[in-house]
């Protein structure tokens, strides 16, 4: 496996339900994002991780819960999700903190019924 | 409030024509403005960046031009092509000199080149 990679591609949910995203990256970067990308919206930057501490959290809802366990794994916990968080959800990492080039995972597709 | 304002929406050019996405920005502070190339079912990929320092950046066919004064910038793409239909985003940070730098997106420009 090479670059970023997100499972699963794609998800079906309830708003009961509890799920994880897993990102995981191999590019030895040391800084990992997740974004929020709704159609027509900018992309929207969710958390930040910098040697695996959390160094921004972007006034988001509780329902979503990070955690990353090592610089190269991202995980995004979803509960009692709303409709309104079908979205793409992307990973991303980068080598330093400064959020500059960052390289992005496919996203999962996460729909919320 | 939006940091960063992107425009048109969507495009569409002929084959071998220039598209021309264009954006703008209020904030001085910003130092480093990429665009990310998104095709369908991927992730955004970093297609060319630029500093305020040129005005201008140009890597094969994908050009940056940088207006500091007007706080504009601009992805020029000559003698496009088909698989360049995608979606454009551009953005802002002011990571330099900074840990708490951030990129912030334009809301993107989808692209359609016909051939």
């Known amino acids: 496996e090479t670059g970023v990679t997100q499972t699963p591609r794609h998800l079906v949910m309830g708003m009961t339900n509890k799920k994880s995203l897993k990102c995981e990256q191999h590019l030895g970067h040391n800084a990992m994002y997740w974004y929020k990308q709704s159609a027509k919206k900018p992309l929207e930057l969710m958390f930040v991780y910098n040697f695996k501490e959390q160094t921004e959290n972007n006034s988001v809802p509780s329902r979503f819960s990070p955690e990353c366990p090592n610089s190269s794994h991202l995980f995004l916990h979803l509960h009692t999700l709303q409709p309104e968080d079908s979205a793409l959800y992307l990973c991303?990492?980068?080598?330093?903190?400064?959020?500059?080039?960052?390289?992005f995972g496919p996203g999962t597709r996460l729909l919320v019924l | 409030q939006q940091q960063v304002k992107q425009s048109p929406q969507s495009l569409i050019v002929q084959k071998g024509g220039i598209s021309i996405i264009n954006c703008a920005y209020e904030?001085?502070?910003?130092?480093?403005f990429p665009w990310y190339q998104q095709f369908p079912g991927k992730g955004p990929a970093l297609l060319i960046a630029?500093?305020?320092?040129?005005s201008e950046k140009k890597e094969g066919r994908f050009t940056i031009s940088f207006n500091k004064s007007a706080k504009q910038f601009s992805l020029h793409i000559i003698d496009s092509q088909p698989g360049d239909s995608a979606t454009y985003f551009c953005?802002?940070?002011?990571?330099?000199?900074?840990?708490?730098?951030?990129?912030?997106f334009g809301r993107g420009t989808q692209l359609t080149v016909w051939p």
């Open positions: 953005a802002a940070s002011n990571g330099r000199g900074s840990t708490l730098g951030r990129l912030y």
């Open positions: 991303a990492s980068s080598q330093g903190s400064k959020q500059e080039t960052q390289y």
């Open positions: 904030n001085t502070a910003f130092d480093y």
């Open positions: 630029i500093r305020p320092d040129v």
